[in-house]
C-alpha cells in the first residue's frame, strides 16, 4: 500500500520562506505523480503542485506561480516544495497525495493539465502552515 509521509511546515511571516517534504513509498507503477494540494476550512481543496517522475514539467497553481518551486528525488521518492514569498492567503492545511499508472501521459496529464483531487488515489495526512506577522 502506498504510504505518504509529510514534514515541514509550520509559522512563517509574510515574504518569508517555508518548505514542505513528502515522502513516498509502496508505488507499484512505472510512472507516478505527487501533488500538493491545499485547504482552508470553508473552501474547496487548491491544487498548489505536481510533479512526475519523468522529464514533463511540474504543474504549478495558478495562485503559487513565480513564488513556489517544486522539486523530486526519484531516488528517494521525495518530493520537497519550497514556499517563497510567503502571503497570509498561503496559510492552510497541505496535502500530500500522489497517482499512479503504466502509461506516463496519464499521470503527466493530471500534473500539468487538471491537477484535480478527484484523480489522486492515495493521500498524506495533511500539515499546518500559518502565514502571519
Known amino acids: 500500500q502506498l504510504r505518504l509521509v509529510e514534514s515541514g511546515g509550520g509559522l512563517g511571516q509574510p515574504g518569508g520562506s517555508l518548505s514542505l517534504s513528502c515522502s513516498a513509498s509502496?508505488?507499484?507503477?512505472?510512472?507516478?505523480?505527487i501533488a500538493w494540494f491545499r485547504q482552508v476550512p470553508g473552501k474547496e481543496r487548491e491544487g498548489v503542485s505536481c510533479?512526475?517522475?519523468?522529464?514533463?514539467?511540474?504543474g504549478m497553481g495558478d495562485s503559487v506561480k513565480g513564488r513556489f518551486t517544486v522539486s523530486i528525488d526519484n531516488a528517494k521518492n521525495t518530493v520537497t516544495l519550497q514556499m517563497g514569498s510567503l502571503k497570509p492567503e498561503d496559510t492552510g492545511a497541505y496535502y500530500c497525495?500522489?497517482?499512479?499508472?503504466?502509461?506516463?501521459?496519464?499521470?503527466?496529464?493530471?500534473?500539468?493539465?487538471?491537477?484535480?483531487?478527484?484523480?489522486?488515489?492515495?493521500w498524506g495526512q495533511g500539515i499546518q502552515v500559518t502565514v502571519s506577522a
Open positions: 497525495a500522489a497517482v499512479q499508472n503504466r502509461l506516463h501521459y496519464v499521470v503527466e496529464r493530471i500534473c500539468a493539465l487538471t491537477l484535480r483531487p478527484l484523480d489522486f488515489q492515495d
Open positions: 509502496g508505488f507499484t507503477s512505472d510512472y507516478y505523480g
Open positions: 510533479i512526475t517522475n519523468t522529464p514533463a514539467t511540474p
